[in-house]
Protein backbone atom coordinates (compact mmCIF):
# COMPACT_ATOMS: atom_id res chain seq x y z
CA UNK A 1 0.00 0.00 0.00
CA UNK A 2 2.29 2.36 -1.33
CA UNK A 3 -0.60 5.74 -1.56
CA UNK A 4 1.64 8.66 -2.94
CA UNK A 5 5.13 8.64 -3.21
CA UNK A 6 7.36 11.36 -2.94
CA UNK A 7 11.01 11.79 -3.45
CA UNK A 8 13.40 13.38 -2.39
CA UNK A 9 12.28 14.17 1.02
CA UNK A 10 14.83 17.19 1.63
CA UNK A 11 16.69 18.77 -0.75
CA UNK A 12 18.87 22.08 -0.61
CA UNK A 13 19.51 24.06 -3.78
CA UNK A 14 21.41 27.13 -4.85
CA UNK A 15 19.49 30.06 -6.20
CA UNK A 16 19.12 29.82 -10.11
CA UNK A 17 19.41 25.76 -9.73
CA UNK A 18 16.91 23.68 -11.29
CA UNK A 19 15.39 20.56 -9.92
CA UNK A 20 12.18 18.28 -10.22
CA UNK A 21 10.20 16.95 -7.44
CA UNK A 22 8.76 13.46 -8.13
CA UNK A 23 5.31 12.44 -7.23
CA UNK A 24 3.75 8.74 -8.04
CA UNK A 25 0.90 6.96 -6.96
CA UNK A 26 -0.23 3.44 -7.48
CA UNK A 27 -4.10 4.13 -6.32
CA UNK A 28 -4.75 4.50 -10.69
CA UNK A 29 -6.24 8.43 -9.98
CA UNK A 30 -6.99 10.78 -12.61
CA UNK A 31 -6.63 13.87 -10.42
CA UNK A 32 -3.26 14.88 -8.96
CA UNK A 33 -2.16 18.09 -7.62
CA UNK A 34 0.66 19.64 -5.94
CA UNK A 35 0.57 22.12 -2.95
CA UNK A 36 3.20 24.19 -0.69
CA UNK A 37 3.22 24.95 2.82
CA UNK A 38 4.24 27.91 4.53
CA UNK A 39 3.87 28.86 7.82
CA UNK A 40 0.81 30.38 8.38
CA UNK A 41 0.04 30.18 4.95
CA UNK A 42 -2.05 26.60 4.74
CA UNK A 43 -1.47 25.03 1.74
CA UNK A 44 -1.49 26.61 -1.58
CA UNK A 45 -2.08 25.16 -4.89
CA UNK A 46 0.52 25.16 -7.41
CA UNK A 47 -0.69 23.18 -10.84
CA UNK A 48 -2.90 20.30 -10.38
CA UNK A 49 -4.05 17.49 -12.99
CA UNK A 50 -7.20 16.23 -14.48
CA UNK A 51 -5.88 13.79 -16.45
CA UNK A 52 -2.78 11.96 -17.78
CA UNK A 53 -1.89 14.96 -20.54
CA UNK A 54 -3.81 17.41 -19.19
CA UNK A 55 -2.71 19.83 -16.55
CA UNK A 56 -4.15 23.52 -15.43
CA UNK A 57 -2.45 26.34 -12.58
CA UNK A 58 -3.81 26.70 -9.26
CA UNK A 59 -2.98 29.72 -7.19
CA UNK A 60 0.49 29.79 -7.11
CA UNK A 61 1.61 28.59 -10.38
CA UNK A 62 4.83 31.24 -11.32
CA UNK A 63 8.34 29.61 -11.39
CA UNK A 64 6.57 25.75 -11.33
CA UNK A 65 6.10 23.81 -15.04
CA UNK A 66 4.46 20.21 -14.97
CA UNK A 67 3.69 17.32 -17.06
CA UNK A 68 1.92 14.36 -16.82
CA UNK A 69 2.24 11.60 -19.37
CA UNK A 70 1.13 8.59 -17.22
CA UNK A 71 -1.65 8.62 -14.91
CA UNK A 72 0.80 7.24 -11.86
CA UNK A 73 3.24 10.21 -12.23
CA UNK A 74 3.07 14.19 -11.94
CA UNK A 75 6.46 15.42 -11.56
CA UNK A 76 6.58 19.09 -10.68
CA UNK A 77 10.07 21.16 -12.36
CA UNK A 78 11.44 24.52 -10.71
CA UNK A 79 13.14 26.06 -13.40
CA UNK A 80 15.52 28.46 -11.81
CA UNK A 81 15.00 28.41 -7.95
CA UNK A 82 14.56 31.11 -5.60
CA UNK A 83 14.64 31.68 -2.12
CA UNK A 84 10.98 32.90 -2.05
CA UNK A 85 10.29 28.95 -3.38
CA UNK A 86 11.70 27.71 -0.29
CA UNK A 87 8.82 25.70 1.12
CA UNK A 88 7.27 22.08 1.93
CA UNK A 89 5.74 20.80 -1.09
CA UNK A 90 3.21 18.30 -1.10
CA UNK A 91 1.29 16.05 -3.71
CA UNK A 92 -2.00 15.03 -3.71
CA UNK A 93 -4.01 12.72 -5.94
CA UNK A 94 -7.85 11.50 -5.53
CA UNK A 95 -10.84 9.69 -8.08
CA UNK A 96 -11.29 13.08 -9.70
CA UNK A 97 -14.62 13.70 -8.17
CA UNK A 98 -15.35 16.80 -6.02
CA UNK A 99 -16.55 14.85 -2.91
CA UNK A 100 -13.69 12.31 -3.04
CA UNK A 101 -10.67 12.16 -0.57
CA UNK A 102 -7.44 13.37 -1.50
CA UNK A 103 -4.56 11.33 -0.65
CA UNK A 104 -1.06 13.07 0.41
CA UNK A 105 2.42 12.23 0.12
CA UNK A 106 4.76 13.11 3.03
CA UNK A 107 6.48 15.90 1.36
CA UNK A 108 9.37 17.13 0.51
CA UNK A 109 11.29 20.13 2.49
CA UNK A 110 12.96 22.36 0.10
CA UNK A 111 15.47 24.80 1.13
CA UNK A 112 16.82 27.63 -1.65
CA UNK A 113 20.03 29.39 -0.23
CA UNK B 1 -14.15 31.24 -6.19
CA UNK B 2 -14.19 29.55 -2.46
CA UNK B 3 -12.23 29.89 0.28
CA UNK B 4 -11.69 28.81 4.19
CA UNK B 5 -11.27 31.01 6.59
CA UNK B 6 -9.71 29.32 10.22
CA UNK B 7 -9.93 31.37 13.57
CA UNK B 8 -7.23 30.79 15.55
CA UNK B 9 -4.24 29.77 13.92
CA UNK B 10 -3.63 28.49 17.86
CA UNK B 11 -5.82 26.69 19.93
CA UNK B 12 -4.60 25.30 23.61
CA UNK B 13 -6.82 22.72 25.46
CA UNK B 14 -6.17 20.87 28.49
CA UNK B 15 -6.52 16.86 28.14
CA UNK B 16 -9.72 15.90 28.48
CA UNK B 17 -11.37 19.00 28.04
CA UNK B 18 -13.69 20.13 24.84
CA UNK B 19 -11.85 20.93 21.50
CA UNK B 20 -13.78 23.40 19.39
CA UNK B 21 -12.21 24.43 16.13
CA UNK B 22 -13.92 27.31 13.80
CA UNK B 23 -14.13 27.19 10.03
CA UNK B 24 -15.85 29.24 7.88
CA UNK B 25 -16.38 29.23 4.33
CA UNK B 26 -17.26 30.98 1.35
CA UNK B 27 -18.62 29.32 -1.90
CA UNK B 28 -20.79 30.79 -4.40
CA UNK B 29 -22.00 27.26 -5.14
CA UNK B 30 -22.82 24.35 -2.53
CA UNK B 31 -19.41 23.02 -1.30
CA UNK B 32 -18.40 19.78 -0.24
CA UNK B 33 -16.23 20.38 3.28
CA UNK B 34 -13.32 18.58 4.74
CA UNK B 35 -11.16 18.44 7.82
CA UNK B 36 -7.99 17.02 7.34
CA UNK B 37 -5.38 17.13 10.37
CA UNK B 38 -1.54 17.06 10.05
CA UNK B 39 1.17 15.25 12.55
CA UNK B 40 4.27 16.84 13.03
CA UNK B 41 6.43 16.07 9.77
CA UNK B 42 4.15 14.07 7.79
CA UNK B 43 1.13 14.74 5.06
CA UNK B 44 -2.19 15.14 5.43
CA UNK B 45 -5.00 12.55 6.46
CA UNK B 46 -8.59 12.80 6.54
CA UNK B 47 -10.42 13.33 9.51
CA UNK B 48 -14.35 13.74 7.83
CA UNK B 49 -16.06 15.04 5.09
CA UNK B 50 -19.32 16.55 4.62
CA UNK B 51 -20.85 16.02 0.84
CA UNK B 52 -24.86 15.56 0.94
CA UNK B 53 -27.46 14.48 4.25
CA UNK B 54 -26.59 14.54 7.24
CA UNK B 55 -25.32 17.88 8.39
CA UNK B 56 -23.80 16.03 11.44
CA UNK B 57 -20.71 14.17 10.36
CA UNK B 58 -18.67 11.65 12.05
CA UNK B 59 -15.07 10.80 11.66
CA UNK B 60 -12.15 9.02 12.46
CA UNK B 61 -10.72 9.79 16.45
CA UNK B 62 -14.00 10.63 18.02
CA UNK B 63 -13.97 13.85 15.97
CA UNK B 64 -17.57 15.23 14.77
CA UNK B 65 -18.14 18.56 12.51
CA UNK B 66 -21.42 20.42 11.74
CA UNK B 67 -22.57 21.97 8.37
CA UNK B 68 -24.26 25.04 9.12
CA UNK B 69 -25.32 26.50 5.78
CA UNK B 70 -26.94 29.36 7.37
CA UNK B 71 -23.81 30.40 9.01
CA UNK B 72 -21.65 29.26 6.18
CA UNK B 73 -19.16 26.95 9.02
CA UNK B 74 -17.84 23.46 9.52
CA UNK B 75 -16.87 23.38 13.02
CA UNK B 76 -14.52 20.70 14.41
CA UNK B 77 -15.45 19.27 17.92
CA UNK B 78 -14.22 16.58 19.90
CA UNK B 79 -15.88 16.12 23.36
CA UNK B 80 -12.53 14.90 25.15
CA UNK B 81 -8.94 16.04 24.04
CA UNK B 82 -6.04 13.31 24.12
CA UNK B 83 -2.37 14.21 24.12
CA UNK B 84 -2.55 12.31 20.64
CA UNK B 85 -4.73 15.13 18.98
CA UNK B 86 -2.02 17.59 19.28
CA UNK B 87 -1.34 18.32 15.30
CA UNK B 88 -2.52 21.00 12.87
CA UNK B 89 -5.98 20.92 11.70
CA UNK B 90 -6.93 22.57 8.34
CA UNK B 91 -10.67 23.11 6.85
CA UNK B 92 -10.85 22.83 2.96
CA UNK B 93 -13.55 23.56 0.71
CA UNK B 94 -14.21 21.75 -3.04
CA UNK B 95 -15.81 23.48 -5.64
CA UNK B 96 -15.63 23.95 -8.96
CA UNK B 97 -13.32 26.84 -10.28
CA UNK B 98 -12.18 27.39 -13.57
CA UNK B 99 -11.37 24.88 -14.78
CA UNK B 100 -12.03 21.80 -13.25
CA UNK B 101 -12.74 21.41 -8.99
CA UNK B 102 -10.18 22.94 -6.93
CA UNK B 103 -9.67 22.02 -3.54
CA UNK B 104 -8.95 25.05 -0.84
CA UNK B 105 -7.46 24.99 1.98
CA UNK B 106 -7.43 27.26 5.06
CA UNK B 107 -4.25 28.21 7.31
CA UNK B 108 -4.60 25.81 9.79
CA UNK B 109 -4.96 25.93 13.11
CA UNK B 110 -2.50 23.93 15.57
CA UNK B 111 -3.79 22.27 18.45
CA UNK B 112 -1.96 21.66 21.99
CA UNK B 113 -3.24 19.83 24.67
CA UNK B 114 -2.00 20.55 28.15
CA UNK B 115 -1.38 17.03 30.60
Known amino acids: NAGVTQTPKFQVLKTGQSMTLQCAQDMNHEYMSWYRQDPGMGLRLIHY???????DQGEVPNGYNVSRSTTEDFPLRLLSAAPSQTSVYFC????????????FGQGTRLTVV | AQSVTQLGSHVSVSEGALVLLRCNYSSSVPPYLFWYVQYPNQGLQLLLK??????LVKGINGFEAEFKKSETSFHLTKPSAHMSDAAEYFCAVSALGAGSYQLTFGKGTKLSVIP
Open chain 1, 92 to 103: ASSLGHMNTEAF
Open chain 2, 50 to 55: YTTGAT
Open chain 1, 49 to 55: SVGAGIT
